[in-house]
């Protein structure tokens, strides 16, 4: 059996922390750095590497997986004197799995090709969050150049359920803001149809009761209504970045005419402004409902 990629982690929020996570345990050799040090305090017991700077991170690894909070963010930990491309060995790949949007993505792939071309770039957000990753149980939407990407196929068979490869890198962005598109439609309107269901006298199991077994009965609604009945909106997802994720999608799709999104983006906007930003995206439902009697 050949040896298994070494790999490093960038990033340790919530999605990055369960990818290096699920590598430890599948035996992978794992590297880690986040900005506040203390979030990888458990991996290194679990027998992670922490490195101190992201070069000292990355150097001699052949899988480099980064999961940061935004293009910039990520354009730093890429360019700067102690940072990813400083210390990246030749012919490494880098595995871009943030949500960061079509320009923020097309400007890494040119910074890459620029200064480091021996390296290879890999678009790849993910379809999932806190708990299928920490489960395994996220889909990777990946791009770029999969033949000579072979080293990132055992990372991603170790933290997801599934690849879909989409073509030339670029395109899993654009495919992570369509799939976004639709998840945060679904929550936007079953926080609304629940709200009338309560207006009407009925309970969030009684709308259950009438969707489960046909074919409106998304299991993801299923787990969001939960919270709407528990009141415990513990982030799977955070409304801010939830909103970040919808603004990104209304900036690249400027010849399309988005009136839903633009309209659920005012309304997460002003729940964020009310202090509901770092709950779960399904806090909508108690913000909707906040001015009742």
């Not at 439609?185 to 009438?210: C, H, K, P, R």
Request: aromatic share 6%.
């Amino acid at each position: 059996m050949s040896q298994q990629p070494t790999v490093a982690v960038l990033g340790l929020g919530a999605m990055g922390h369960a990818f290096a996570a699920n590598l430890l345990k599948k035996g992978f050799e794992t590297h880690v750095w986040n900005r506040t040090a203390s979030r990888g305090e458990d991996l290194v017991k679990a027998g992670a590497l922490q490195g101190k700077t992201v070069r000292e991170t990355v150097e001699g690894v052949d899988v480099v997986i980064t999961m940061l909070t935004d293009g910039p963010t990520t354009q730093t930990v890429f360019e700067s004197a102690d940072g990813l491309l400083a210390g990246l060995k030749q012919g490494a790949v880098i595995a871009q799995m943030g949500t960061l949007g079509v320009e923020a993505t097309e400007a890494l792939i040119a910074l890459v090709k620029q200064q480091r071309p021996d390296a290879v770039f890999i678009d790849a957000p993910v379809s999932g969050t806190k708990t299928p990753a920490e489960n395994a149980q996220i889909v990777v939407l990946a791009s770029g150049d999969r033949a000579a990407a072979a080293h990132v196929e055992p990372v991603f068979a170790a933290i997801s359920k599934g690849v879909k490869w989409l073509g030339e890198a670029g395109r899993a962005s654009k495919m992570k803001l369509v799939v976004n598109a639709w998840l945060i439609s679904m929550m936007e309107g079953i926080a609304e149809s629940a709200q009338l269901a309560d207006e009407f006298g009925f309970t969030t199991d009684d709308l259950w009761d009438v969707l489960e077994g046909g074919p409106l009965a998304a299991p993801y609604i299923k787990g969001k209504m939960e919270m709407f009945k528990s009141g415990d909106y513990t982030p799977q997802m955070h409304l801010t970045w939830a909103l970040k994720d919808i603004n990104l999608a209304l900036s690249a799709g400027k010849n399309c005419q988005l009136p839903v999104m633009k309209r659920i983006s005012e309304t997460w906007q002003s729940a964020v402004d009310a202090g509901y930003g770092d709950q779960d995206l399904s806090v909508v439902y108690r913000y909707l409902g906040a001015d009742k009697k």
